[in-house]
């Protein structure tokens, strides 16, 4: 599932291509969206990530909202070139066209007035303070992991980078979130800033299916720790690197460094 680092490179991306450029047609090929008819005429004019949603404010005054999900990517291609397979919509501009691929089809879109009530959740970019995590997790006994991942609390933060993230901070995945000392919530927030960055840098992590938005790979599973790399060495201390199930996510940490 694409997160943080892959929306924020598809948005970056959207910006050098279709910003400003006129909606010529969008198309839906999929019943269970909704259609796309208002996106005619009008012109995206901002975008933005807000969690893993792609968020396009529209010269019409209305936003276009997009959520990928898990097998959601999206596609910029020349005007005659031939429809992808497991292609959900299409939003044609004056210099190429915007395809959705999805084939589980999980993508959700949506076009509605500007909500004035924006969500609560931190944004891991943000110069969020520690604090702020460490009162959020308060009486909370789940796992740091899922906490982390917890969409209300943080936007965008999947398994991939929450694995990461822990191993970077020499935080066991399933402590308690409420057992984390203030210097543990200090790492965790300074390990979330470099990771992220460092793969917006990379245009995501490439493990299965994640391309941007011209069908490249990204770079960044060059540089995992932990994520996928089981039996393998830690690269911090040498002891044997893990996979556990947590709520049922395969999750990937060093026993030995991270406690
Ligand atoms: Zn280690």
């Known amino acids: 599932m694409p997160e943080l680092p892959e929306v924020e490179t598809l948005c970056r991306q959207l910006k050098k291509t279709a910003l400003f450029m006129e909606i010529l ?3 839906v090929f999929d019943p269970k969206l909704m259609p796309l008819d208002r996106l005619k005429g009008t012109k995206i004019i901002a975008t933005c990530r807000e969690g893993k949603s792609i968020k396009m404010t529209l010269a019409s005054g209305m936003e276009f909202l997009l959520h990928l999900r898990m097998t959601g990517r999206l ?5 005659d070139s031939p429809l992808p397979s497991h292609a959900r919509f299409t939003v044609s501009f004056e210099n190429g066209i915007l395809v959705c691929i999805d084939p589980r089809r999980f993508a959700t879109v949506c076009i509605q007035h500007p909500q004035y009530f924006t969500s ?4 891991p970019l943000s110069s969020f303070l520690p604090q702020q995590l460490s009162t959020l997790a308060e009486r909370r006994s789940l796992p740091i992991k899922n906490f982390l991942m917890e969409q209300g609390v943080i936007g965008g933060i999947g398994n991939i ?5 822990l191993h970077e901070a020499a935080i066991n995945p399933s402590r308690k979130a409420k057992s984390l000392s203030a210097t543990e919530w200090e790492k965790i927030a300074q390990a979330t800033h470099s990771i992220l960055k460092r793969a917006i840098c990379c245009r995501g992590t490439t493990i299965s299916d994640w391309r941007d938005l011209f069908g490249q ?5 060059a540089y995992l720790k932990v994520y996928a790399r089981e039996g393998q060495k830690c690269l911090r201390c040498n002891a044997v690197i893990h996979r556990a199930s947590l709520s049922g996510r395969g999750t990937y940490y060093c026993p030995s460094c991270q406690r």
């Open 75 to 79: 596609l910029w291609q020349g005007k």
């Open 25 to 27: 047609d969008a198309r």
């Open 161 to 165: 980078y929450a694995c990461e993230i």
């Open 120 to 123: 609560a959740a931190i944004d």
């Open 217 to 221: 790979k990204g770079t960044y599973q």
